[in-house]
């Protein structure tokens, strides 16, 4: 009594570094198939071959002069950090914001 599609693995949402994706486009232009790729990093296909869909990240470069690969890795590697910091700040206050709240009951 299974249902049609029960064999299928749902992929999890995979996050990369800048740092992976670097060495992801380093392995596609020496040659390496998208599919194995994806299989290495457990993305997507769409993943691999989409462009940068960070916003932020575009802006920041278009604010950039004499843009190098180098600066490029700079900017998008402190972008990254940034957003994992401030992740964790926000963390931490919803938890804390949870501790210090009580439930009124009448």
Do not use: P
């Not at 040659?31 to 296909?45: F, Q």
């Not at 932020?56 to 590697?77: G, H, S």
């Amino acid at each position: 009594m299974s249902s049609k599609g029960s064999n299928t693995l749902k992929r999890k949402y995979v996050t990369i570094s800048v740092n992976q994706k670097l060495e992801l486009i380093r392995k596609l232009e020496a040659g390496a198939s998208v599919a194995r790729v994806c299989d290495e990093y457990g993305v997507k296909k769409q993943t691999v071959i989409e462009k940068n869909n960070s916003h932020e990240l575009r802006k920041k470069l278009l604010q950039e002069k004499n843009l190098t690969l180098d600066k490029v890795l700079d900017i998008a590697r402190a972008l990254e950090a940034a957003n994992s910091q401030a992740q964790t700040i926000e963390d931490r206050s919803h938890n804390d914001s949870q501790v210090n709240s009580f439930n009124y009951h009448q």
